[in-house]
C-alpha cells in the first residue's frame, strides 16, 4: 500500500513542478535576482531604483512648493527661491540614476520605459536640457522678479514634460 501511494504521488510531484516552471523563459526566471543584482556601484538594482525615485520626488516636491506659490495670490518670494535652489542641486548627476538593469526587466516596479536605455543619447540631451533649465530658473528665482520666476518655471516644466513624455510610463 505504501509502494502505491509514493508510485501516484512521483508523477503528482513532477507535474506540480513542471507547472511552477510555466510560463518561465530566461527573460522572466531570474527577475527575482535581478532586483538583488549589484550593480557596478555597489548599490543593488532594487536599492537603485529606489534611490532614484526618491530623487525624482525630492524634484517634484520643489516643482510643487514653486507652482503653488506662483498660483497664491501673494506668492512667498523666500519658498520659491528655496524650491528653485533644491531643484538643480536634486537633479545633479540625474544620468547616472539610470544605470544598465535598473528599467523595467528588473522586476522592480519602475515607471522608466526600457527607450531611456536604448535611447540613451537622446535621455541625456533631454536631462542636460532640464539641468540647464533648472540651474536657469534658480538663478531667476534668486534675482526675485516673480514674472521672470514664472516664465523660467514654464520653461523648466516643459523639460520635464519633453522627458517624461518619451522615457517614462504614462501616469
Request: charged share 15%.
Given at each position: 500500500?505504501?509502494?502505491?501511494?509514493?508510485?501516484?504521488?512521483?508523477?503528482?510531484?513532477?507535474?506540480?513542478?513542471m507547472l511552477s516552471a510555466c510560463g518561465q523563459?530566461?527573460?522572466?526566471?531570474?527577475?527575482?535576482?535581478a532586483a538583488s543584482a549589484e550593480l557596478p556601484g555597489g548599490m543593488m538594482v532594487k536599492e537603485q531604483i529606489e534611490a532614484r525615485q526618491a530623487q525624482l520626488k525630492k524634484i517634484g516636491k520643489g516643482f510643487k512648493a514653486i507652482s503653488d506659490q506662483l498660483k497664491a495670490g501673494s506668492p512667498d518670494?523666500?519658498?520659491?527661491?528655496?524650491?528653485?535652489?533644491?531643484?538643480?542641486?536634486?537633479a545633479a548627476g540625474m544620468v547616472d540614476w539610470f544605470p544598465e538593469g535598473t528599467g523595467p526587466e528588473s522586476g522592480v516596479k519602475t515607471e522608466a520605459l526600457p527607450?531611456?536605455?536604448e535611447d540613451k543619447a537622446g535621455f541625456n540631451d533631454k536631462?542636460?536640457?532640464m539641468q540647464d533649465a533648472a540651474a536657469k530658473l534658480n538663478t531667476i528665482a534668486q534675482g526675485g522678479d516673480v514674472a521672470a520666476i514664472a516664465a523660467a518655471f514654464q520653461t523648466t516644466g516643459g523639460t520635464c514634460k519633453a522627458c517624461h513624455d518619451k522615457y517614462r510610463l504614462d501616469d
Open positions: 500500500m505504501k509502494r502505491c501511494k509514493i508510485q501516484i504521488m512521483l508523477p503528482v510531484l513532477a507535474g506540480l513542478s523563459n530566461d527573460e522572466t526566471a531570474p527577475v527575482s535576482m518670494l523666500k519658498q520659491i527661491q528655496a524650491a528653485a535652489a533644491v531643484v538643480p542641486k536634486e527607450i531611456i536605455w536631462v542636460a536640457a
